[in-house]
């Protein structure tokens, strides 16, 4: 179980890596609607996104449920990890918006102000926050 947990935990911060990273580039892309730079965040967004984010939140899950499943019968009681749970559906919403917007700024579409994207950039950290503090305290 505990190479299980340590490989949850490994594709968990590359996840996170991705999530903390990838709306970083959009504040700066907000600056450059065309042009040579553009393109350039364009390749760094696409490739982030689906080679690196994709394939840690899939294993994170992957990993995760199978933790879950060994689990189960003291989970399916504990009030902490549906509260975490919810927090990772969240996560995973946060992180498909995050694919529209690497193809709204691959069309030439993005309308939204650098300003935006730091306070988007934010969000992941307090999921973060939470998820731990449930996980490791466990308060209910």
Partial sequence: MLWIKSLHIIFMVSWFAGLFYLPRI????????????????????RKLYRFIMNPAMILTAV????LGWIGWAWLAHSGWFWAKMALIVGLIAYHLWCGRI?????????TRPHTFYR??????TLVLIAAVILAVVKPF
Avoid at 63 to 66: A, D, I, N, Q
Wanted: proline share 8%; aromatic share 18%.
């Fill in 119 to 124: 306070v988007f950039n934010e969000l992941p």
């Fill in 63 to 66: 990993f995760g449920l199978w």
């Fill in 26 to 45: 959009f504040v700066y892309h907000a600056g450059h609607p065309s042009g040579p730079v553009h393109d350039q965040f364009c390749v760094m967004e």
């Fill in 102 to 110: 690497v193809d709204t700024f691959a069309a030439g579409e993005n």
